[in-house]
């Protein structure tokens, strides 16, 4: 493995919150293990130097974001043949589906060769206004428990050098 230390990263894009509160829930039950990163921001040795991967972004349109997106179209090739096995997970803020999001990154992950290692989590919000899908929103506190021990498996299974 490429990565210096055995290390979670949740890379993770929000435009009203509700993913971000959703990562930051994950990296709470990571207990210190976890480096947040805006998905903006990350570069190929972002990843290459982690054990394993939370992608969390909403459903925008029936797809993932395409900060999202862009993530994977500038680190997709950089880490062809360099990641295979490594453990990954997702968390999805949605209106009403969420699904597809969560495809389209399964199908990208599956070139990588990553290892889903903890069921896909969709957030369902029920949003379906215009005003109501561009508001600031609060994620449940129920939910935010549901990250917080997606972070925790994945910390907990990184600490054991089962991923």
Same mark, same amino acid.
Request: hydrophobic content about 45%; some cysteine.
């Given at each position: 493995?490429?990565?210096?230390?055995?290390?979670?990263?949740?890379?993770?894009?929000?435009?009203?919150?509700?993913?971000?509160?959703?990562?930051?829930?994950?990296?709470?039950?990571? *207990?210190?293990?976890?480096?947040?990163?805006?998905?903006?921001?990350?570069?190929?040795?972002?990843?290459?130097?982690?054990?394993?991967?939370?992608?969390?972004?909403?459903?925008?349109?029936?797809?993932?974001?395409?900060?999202?997106?862009?993530?994977?179209?500038?680190?997709?090739?950089?880490?062809?043949?360099?990641?295979?096995? *490594?453990?990954?997970?997702?968390?999805?803020?949605?209106?009403?589906?969420?699904?597809?999001?969560?495809?389209?990154?399964? *199908?990208?992950?599956?070139?990588?060769?990553?290892? *889903?290692?903890?069921?896909?989590?969709?957030?369902?919000?029920?949003?379906?206004?215009?005003?109501?899908?561009?508001?600031?929103?609060?994620?449940?506190?129920?939910?935010?428990?549901?990250?917080?021990?997606?972070?925790?498996?994945?910390?907990?299974?990184?600490?054991?050098?089962?991923?």
């Amino acid at each position: 493995m490429d990565g210096n230390s055995a290390s979670l990263l949740i890379l993770w894009h929000s435009r009203t919150g509700a993913a971000q509160a959703m990562a930051q829930a994950a990296a709470e039950g990571a *207990r210190g293990s976890a480096r947040l990163l805006q998905a903006g921001d990350a570069a190929p040795d972002d990843l290459l130097a982690a054990s394993a991967f939370l992608f969390v972004c909403p459903e925008n349109l029936g797809g993932m974001t395409g900060t999202m997106k862009e993530l994977f179209d500038r680190c997709y090739y950089p880490l062809l043949g360099r990641v295979e096995g *490594r453990a990954y997970a997702t968390l999805i803020a949605a209106g009403s589906d969420g699904q597809g999001a969560q495809a389209q990154i399964d *199908r990208i992950v599956t070139g990588w060769r990553l290892r *889903r290692v903890a069921d896909g989590l969709i957030v369902n919000l029920g949003v379906q206004t215009p005003e109501a899908i561009m508001a600031p929103k609060a994620v449940p506190e129920g939910d935010l428990a549901r990250c917080r021990e997606v972070g925790s498996l994945l910390a907990e299974g990184i600490s054991l050098g089962i991923f």
